[in-house]
């Protein structure tokens, strides 16, 4: 009698635990679901068909589960998980969004060094406070980040020089700097010499953001601001933020994996998520050490990040942060 129940109960129990396991994996995909469209409203996304939404809905999928990986082994403050890019495999935002020219280092020109800062780095800089730094921009389906680096740095060169900040035109170098690549990638050593030669840059107003290549529609008469030479910082962090303090924002580039999940806060990926030599977008830096040492960084429109600011953890050369570092020079 007494075995009979045992019996019973085991049989429940299986019951039991098939129905809790079918109502979890219907809870997640629910949950998944919602997520989903959630992120479609927030960004504003539609898809051609069925199927097309099926295999974003995977990939988003695939995405929240790397995310909370990062998030598991993150050692900063930064937390990842949905973003604007997250209906893209990692191949797809590294084509649409990255710079693949920027780990070519055979690539890389010789700059003249830059001369050093006169003192130490302060605790804490921040060139938006100081009107060096113009609204965030959004660079699009294009990998013109290096256009924008160099801008926003020439922004912040002419600030210094005139005490005027215009937003100059990142449209001219798409379509105007043959060394480059257009939308697909560029380095800033060959964006100053093309400024260089094209004798400056009209504003943005002048000539507009499209964020595709056209054929180069510059003309002399519009030049807003010119440069006249450009350096290379040292690749030591304090160096770079004394130098940052001084002098203005500085173009830089990264390793921007972790850059796809991240939502907010200081970001600290473990190093096996940031190859300092996998260097695939350019920024700019635009201060430091406001929360426990850090970095910011500009880039993808006010829906990414923290108003469109990224923060990076100061002081391991994390995601080779320290590794291209420059600046346009205004006499
Ligand atoms: C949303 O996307 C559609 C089509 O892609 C576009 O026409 C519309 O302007 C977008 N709306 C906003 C608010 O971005
Ligand atoms: C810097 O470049 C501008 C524009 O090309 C030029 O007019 C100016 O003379 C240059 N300044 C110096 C000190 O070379």
């Known amino acids: 009698m007494s075995g009979f129940t045992v019996l019973n109960m085991c049989e429940l129990f299986i019951m039991h635990f098939m129905i809790f396991f079918i109502f979890c994996y219907f809870q997640e995909t629910v949950e998944l679901l919602t997520e989903f469209k959630n992120f ?8 051609s068909s069925q199927e097309e939404a099926e295999k974003r809905l995977r990939i988003f999928q695939e995405n929240m589960k790397t995310a909370q990986t990062l998030q598991s082994l993150e050692q900063g403050s930064a937390e990842y998980g949905v973003t604007k ?3 893209l495999t990692e191949d797809e935002f590294r084509m649409m969004y990255l710079n693949p020219m920027l780990s ?3 690539l890389k020109k010789e700059m003249k060094p830059a001369t050093p800062a006169s003192k130490a780095a302060p605790d804490s800089w921040d060139w938006r406070d ?3 730094v113009s609204p965030v921009k959004n660079q699009g389906m294009c990998g013109s980040c290096w256009a924008f680096s160099v801008t926003g740095n020439i922004e912040g060169q002419w600030f210094k020089k005139t005490g005027q900040l ?8 798409v379509d105007c ?4 690549q257009a939308c697909g990638g560029g380095l800033p050593s060959n964006a100053y010499e093309a400024i260089e030669k094209l004798g400056g840059l009209e504003t943005e107003t002048d000539y507009n953001y499209i964020g595709h290549k056209q054929s180069c529609d510059f003309s002399s008469g519009k030049v807003a601001a010119y440069i006249n030479s450009s350096v290379e910082l040292p690749d030591n962090e304090n160096e770079i ?5 001084e002098k203005g924002p500085v173009s830089a580039a990264l390793n921007a994996f972790a850059m796809q999940f991240y939502r907010k806060g200081v970001s600290h990926p473990l190093k096996i998520f940031c190859n300092p030599w996998m260097i695939d977008h350019a920024v700019l830096l635009v ?12 880039l993808w429109g006010e829906d990414y990040g923290e108003q469109g600011y990224y923060y990076l953890y100061r002081g391991s050369r994390l995601c080779g942060i320290n590794k291209m570092c420059s600046s346009a020079i205004v006499n």
């Open 40 to 47: 479609m409203i927030t960004y504003n996304r539609t898809y």
């Open 104 to 106: 070519q280092w055979s």
């Open 130 to 132: 100081h009107g060096a």
């Open 177 to 180: 700097d043959k060394l480059d």
């Open 166 to 173: 215009l937003s100059l035109s990142e449209q001219e170098l």
């Open 85 to 87: 890019f997250s209906d």
């Open 241 to 245: 933020a004394a130098w940052l303090a």
């Open 287 to 298: 201060g430091f050490g406001q929360r426990d040492d850090v970095v910011f960084i500009f």
